[in-house]
């Protein structure tokens, strides 16, 4: 061998002597090819133009079975959709694993494309090298050359043995782009999808040394083995292969089948010379792996199979077959085991109907315990012209022995001009063993049955013939398994094809051989167009969950190219729905120039549900005048474990129309949904369409084999019309069974007793409601649920009444149907059709035989133009509350168990008891904010687990409710979770089942509030969650970066009784707020779109949650704007936590618009009611009265009144004039002493600047005056342009005002050098009855913590009892650069702490210690102080000297400063007026115009301040903005919002970045924003644990 290499020239040979293999490289390669032919042993060409254009191989000095030495890398790259992404470049890559490296290697020859590195398109590449071990990293790089030499990549998909590794770039390699570097490190990531594991095996095909013994059609090998069977693997590649004389070597991959038994070989009969004469097959197989991974196996452990062959595989020569089955020898040709070639006798039977026979290339596979056949074509007949009808056709099969026989797949090739073809049988046999019968009896057609073309055949029972084909139907159709393909093309430029379409399912031993996807049930005319969705039903038999599935077209037709996005398959026999994605081109000028995809399920996108059993349907026409039709009739099955839901009979099939014709007898096998061992009854109706649409049926039976394949068969009489026009005009009718009998497989009958229900007549009387136009004349329907079932939907035809549902007028109707027990439920509906089509119901009675009434209270509008525009309702018995409902309808659903209790029909599935949740579960409120872009929203399933330490919940799904289904670009959504309470949430895990690239989904930011603890935990992510972008992960685990704490809040059942007086119900939001001792909560809003329903006489419970107010007081109760006014009996509140309830009676009717205050039922707690006289003054200035409209708000010692319309003055018919005086009266109950006011206008008409001097509010029981002064403008124009004035009242008696409670801080620093700061520093008490929010005390201007002195501060804050410990520490100060300010601690001597007013006593805190900023290194920045010493408060302190006393009860206002940011973006800025409120821990703002003057507000990019003079709201938790929509540029993108109290102060940033806008983002003109919370570093808050000295 070298002397020939010696003779090449450029040629070099190099041997590696220390190692057992062989390299051998072309140095110039463009001039030279060389063919060695003993290298290794597989003979390969070193040329770029031939093969697979390599010009290095390695080879194993060890030749025999050197192939499976080596690993096959199957490399694909992906070129990026962006313009210019191709390039023109030598490209190569170089594979690292754990045990080594390729060494650089360029890639020259692609696998089916020619131009490489295209835009949009992906290379694929095989590469054979020993083995690297695990795949660590990869480098991809060009050289640069070529005019269009600048590369966009956009990942490297790298399969090994069954194992995927994906390694994403998403980056430019260009000197000219992004960071101009030309080559690049990739790191793989992990995929979800898990290919199948497959097994090396080196394939030796020896083509005869006779005359034209070679080929060049395209040859393929199947093996089969212990294990099973292998996929059909095709040999091909860029050599002229199976030439004369000559051994072709190839390595295969495929699934292990174990020891191999025989083989099959063939070709697909194409090219000039096809004709093939094949010697022998060796084949190599290894057993015993090397590394995990399957990549590797053990050379020692191959073994070694011989295939003698020496026949032709010609149509001319032999037999005529073009594919042989081998069997498995040794070299000495001894069998390996005991198969043997038989030859199986099939004769097909084509039936005796008209237009049975066809014309097109019939093809069959037939299937046993060892195996199949392979797809053979029926080709010689006995007779010439095949498959005629009534004829038999004999065929002879020749194949390794199948065993006993199972099935027999038959399927047509669609093609000739007669192709419909209608199959009776077909019968197998072999000589000295029993014929084996296979019925049929279908079309095999497109436009006949249901449009297959393809037929799966269970073998007859053994003994059975045709003549017992009927008895054995249900058997039969009990083998098969029907799957529902949904096949989705994707919505891209071209995307549809019109090329034929194949399928192949696998499962996990058999396949359902290739399925031509040529009968569509969704699209009849043209399947496969872009955006579409096809649905196919294909029936396979013995393939069970599909593994993976391959996918191909022909590629014939103009637009033959096709891009696939997914696969859906349902399996209802199995309850699963797997979905299997691709997103890829099928073309061989598209993508990676392939017509055929294998495909994978997405495993975490499989769907469950209950699973379905078959059934034989029968259903007898009667055999009267006019009794078939041709409408669509449907069943409904109830069992003792649910109901079947409807079930169309011969949905799907072609011939439907002739089904359901007089007399006749019609057979169904449909898979329904298990209902349990028994079924109780059958609803059996039609939906009344088409000409002949009226049916009489006598009788419906239904049977169904049980695990043991005995037949249970029900027995419903019917006999009786279907029909508007007869009877009673229903169209649907309960059958109940009059006979049950099991069948053994044996033959033995056995009656069996089930619990039977009985037939009742309920009586319906529907009252029209007295309101003008309350009639219709539209269609009505009905359905009523009771714990027994359900009545199906009846149409209300037939009452007394000619005129039905006219206005104030009683219909009657009757529907028969089995008894339904406790009726819990009634659905409602008109169709909308005719003029006067709008409907007011008031009510609906149902009355069974014994005369039980059950009333359903209704008063509303059935309207799509009136009311909420709802033409269904949903409507619930008087009397039964909601619990009772659900607990009724779970059990009902969960199926018919019958008991008799007293004589009376019960369902014991239906517990009395409502369900008891989980005490210890809580709630937590998951708001996700998703990426503004268009493409990052996703209509994947998302779910979260939150995490505390060690502790985690379970997976939590985020349900969408109302009309969202997926998570929107741009938009906050919100979600509540229930879980146990973990503590402090440390980090979260999102994730979804996204399995399409454009179900990626970017997640911009997650917030997580825990309202029992008043956390809200702040995540960023600003990423992908995606299988194409990014990481390519699906799951991210995510930490907090802030907690904003916002105090707690307890739970809190909240039941509602509406009174039982007409028109008491509503379906306006009710907005309630709740009042204690303690204070009030904010406005609750109970909405009717989330399934809470206000209705006449009926009590709904409904989940709040409240802040600890004390005992509670009294509740506002208000209609937000509706349909309905409302009248209330009770309120009760429930706290969860200590069981506690307060009782709300009410008489009175709340109005739209409009709210009242209810006070608790307590003699201890009793709120009288008093008229309150509002007098207003207006100022004697100018041009100082308004005409706006006027509020006002009372805030007293009990709560607040509420907000005031200042309407009707008492005094002045034009009011708010100058210099007058106003009175208005409000009966209202009782606040107590009136502290404060807040009173505003709407500045809605041209004079409505107005300057108020003062108002006066008198308490009419005790002649009280409240003077409460102004002297200020509320103008847009005028002052500081506020509307909204907070007034404090001047004339408190002095018991009334009380200093602050809280507590007195001195802070002493020591006289050390540099012991001072310029930061803040903060504390936080703990005492006997709690510990305190962390105080921060503000070293403003750096005036604080100086060198040797002592600094006072009040920490308003309710009582802790005994102080025994403090926590004390350093916080950066706003302002100051931590990282440049040189002074980063401070050295604190000690803390005094008095609790004020009335403390006679302080506790000092001795701390001597230094303080450090977090995170500097080696010091701690907290110190946690016990109690030193007690002592008296001295009043002379310096501290105290210096400093003011600590404020008392409300004397003076303080004003916020708020600075409003529009965002950097086009168009962000806005013309609305917009409004805002804060919200503290002691109260609210109200909404306050934000209005100024001389320039544009609120435009892009600039910062709008504004001031807002309010009584103190102490610590703010949130803020609501919001704009009115008005102008012409009204839409607004908002950055941020800063609020500081000029007076203390504090500053509260709130992020926002949001659109405020109808469209764009949440879609909504208001945004709650949270501030920025205490910072989390690395997973941790930023406060440590207790450090103690």
Known sequence: MLSELA???????????????????????????????????????????????????????????ALLRTTLYKIKIKTGDVFSAGTDADVYCCLYGDKGNTGQIKLREAIHTKNKFERGRTDTFDLEREDLGKLESLTIGHDGTGPSSGWYLDSVEIEIAGDLFIFPCEKWLSKHEDDGVIERDLYPVEDSTKYLAKVPYQVELTTSDITSAGTNADVFVQLYGSEGKGEVVNLDNKS??????????????????????????????????????????????????????????????????????????????????????????????????????????????????????????????????????????????????????????????????????????????????QSAWHCSHLEVAVEGQPTRVFPCQRWLATDEDDGQISRELAVLPEGMTMADAGEANLHLAKQRTMYHVTVYTGDLFG????????????????????????????????????????????????????????????????????????????????????????????????SDGQLEKTLYPAVDADKSYKKSTRWEITVYTSDIRHAGTDAEVYINMFGNKGRSGRIVLGEGLKERDDFFERASVDVFTPEIPDIGEEVLKLQVGHDGKGRGDGWHCEKVVAKCLDEENSAVTYTFPCGRWLDKEEEDGQLQVDLLPESVVKKTAEGEETNLDVAKLKNEQYTIKVHTGDKFGAGTDANCYLSLYGTLGDSGERQLSKSEHRDKFQRNQTDTFTVECAELGEIYKLVLREDDTNVGADWFVASVLVVDSNNNETEFPCEMWFSKSKGDKKIKRILYPKGMTMDQIEAAEKGAKKGIVVKEVD????????????????????????????????????????????????????????????????????????????????????????????????????????????????????????????????????????????????????????????????????????????????????????????????????????????????????IRAELAEGSNNWLFDKITLKNSDSGEEFIFANSEWIEKGSSIDVPVQSEDLQTDKVVYKVTVQTSDLFACGTDANVFIILYGETGDSGTLPLKNSSTNTNKFERNNTDEFEFPLLS???????????????????????????????????????????????????????????????????????????????????????????????EGKSGTSEKLQLKNNA??????????????????????????????????????????????????????????????????NHWLSLPGTPGRKSYRKLAVTSTQPVNPDHPARVKSAPPPSAPSSLT??????????????????????????????????????????????NELSSFDLELTDLGRLVKIRIEHDNSGLGASWCLDHVIVTNVTSGDKYTFPCSQWIDKKKGNKELFRVLWPEGRKVEGGELEEPADQEE
């Open 240 to 417: 002229d292969n199976f030439e004369r004389g000559q051994v072709d070597t190839f390595k295969i991959e495929c699934r292990d089948v174990g020891e191999v038994h025989k083989l099959r070989v063939g070709h697909n009969g194409k090219g000039a010379q096809s004709g093939w004469h094949l010697e022998k097959i060796v084949l190599y197989r290894a057993t015993q792996k090397l590394t995990p991974h399957n990549a590797r196996w053990d050379k020692s452990s191959v073994k070694k199979y011989y295939f003698t062959c020496n026949r032709w595989l010609a149509r001319s020569e032999d037999d005529g077959e073009i594919v042989r089955e081998l069997i498995a020898t040794d070299e000495n040709g001894e069998p390996i085991n005991s198969a043997e070639m038989i030859t199986y006798t099939v004769s097909v039977h084509t039936s005796d109907v008209s237009g049975a026979g066809t014309d097109c290339n019939v093809f069959a596979t037939l299937y046993g315990e060892n195996g199949d056949s392979g797809e053979r074509s029926l080709r010689k007949s006995d007779n010439i012209n095949k498959f005629e009808r009534n004829q038999v056709d004999v065929f002879n099969m020749t194949v390794v022995d199948l065993g006993a026989l199972s099935k027999v797949k038959i399927r047509h090739d669609d093609s000739g001009s």
């Open 495 to 590: 995307a549809g094809t019109d090329a034929d379409v194949f399928l192949q399912l696998f499962g996990a031993s058999e396949d359902s051989g290739a399925i031509q996807l040529k009968s569509c049930k969704s699209n009849s005319i043209n399947k496969f167009e872009r955006d579409a969705k096809d649905l196919f039903y294909v029936e396979c038999i013995d393939v069970g969950n599909i593994e993976y599935l391959k996918v191909w077209t022909d590629g014939a037709g103009v637009g033959s190219d096709w891009f696939l996005e997914r696969i859906s398959i349902d399996i209802p026999s199995l309850g699963v729905k797997r979905t299997f994605p691709c997103e890829e081109w099928f073309g061989k000028n598209e």
């Open 1231 to 1325: 606040l107590g002493l009136v502290k404060r006011v807040r009173i505003w206008h709407d500045d809605s008409s041209v004079a409505s600047s107005w300057h108020l001097a003062k108002v006066t509010v008198t308490d009419s029981s005790s002649g009280q005056e409240f003077i409460f002064p102004c002297n200020k403008w509320l103008s847009s124009r005028k002052d500081d342009k506020n509307l909204s004035r907070d007034l404090l009242c001047e004339n408190l008696p002095e018991e009334a005002v009380q200093a602050k409670e809280g507590y007195e801080i001195i802070v002493t620093v020591s006289n050390k050098k540099e012991s001072g700061t310029n930061h803040d520093i903060w504390v936080s008490l």
């Open 903 to 1114: 004589g009376k029909i019960t369902n014991e599935n239906v517990s009395e008891e409502p369900e008891v949740k989980d005490s210890t579960d809580i709630k937590y409120v998951v708001t996700i904010e998703t990426g503004p872009e268009s493409d990052m929203g996703t209509d994947a399933d998302a779910y979260i687990v939150l995490k505390s330490g060690e502790e985690s919940s379970e997976e939590l799904s985020l349900y969408h409710t109302g009309d969202e289904e997926e998570f929107k670009p741009g938009r906050q959504q919100e979600f509540e979770v229930e879980f146990k309470d973990i503590g402090d949430i440390s980090s979260i895990l999102i994730g979804h089942n996204g399995v399409l690239a454009s179900e990626g989904w970017f997640i911009a930011n997650v917030h997580v509030t825990v309202p029992t603890t008043g956390a809200r935990y702040h995540f960023p992510c600003q990423r992908w969650l995606a299988r194409d972008r990014g990481d390519r992960k699906l799951v991210v685990e995510f930490t907090p970066s802030s907690v904003q704490e916002f105090g707690s809040l307890v739970p809190h059942i909240m039941t509602v009784s509406t009174a039982d007086v007409e028109d008491a119900g509503t379906d306006s939001d009710v907005l309630i707020k709740v009042f204690g001792q303690s204070g009030s909560s904010e406005q609750i809003t109970i909405s009717s779109n989330n399934g809470v329903r206000f209705i006449r006489a009926m009590t709904v419970n409904v989940p709040i949650e409240l802040p600890d107010l004390g005992p509670l007081t009294r």
């Open 1342 to 1407: 750096g005036r604080f913590f100086n060198k040797a002195t002592s600094d006072l501060f009040f920490f308003e804050c309710g009582d802790l009892g005994g102080i025994t410990h403090l926590r004390v520490g350093l916080a950066p100060r706003e302002g100051v650069d931590a990282e440049k300010d040189a002074i980063k601690q401070c050295h604190l001597h000690q803390v005094t702490v008095n609790r004020v007013p009335g403390g006679v006593t302080e506790q000092v805190f001795v701390c």
């Open 7 to 65: 003779e090449v020239l450029y040629v070099m040979v190099a041997v590696i002597l220390f190692v057992p293999k062989m390299v051998v490289r072309v140095v110039h390669e463009a001039l030279y090819k060389y063919y060695p032919e003993s290298i290794g042993q597989k003979s390969e060409w070193l040329a770029d133009d031939e093969d697979d254009g390599a010009i290095v191989r390695e080879a194993f000095v060890d030749s025999e079975a």
């Open 1455 to 1500: 004003t916020y400063r708020v600075d409003v940011k529009t965002a950097d973006k086009f168009a962000a800025g806005t013309d609305a007026n917009v409004y805002i409120t804060l919200f503290g821990k002691t109260g609210d703002s109200g909404k306050q115009a934000l209005v100024g003057s001389g320039k544009n507000l609120f435009e892009r």
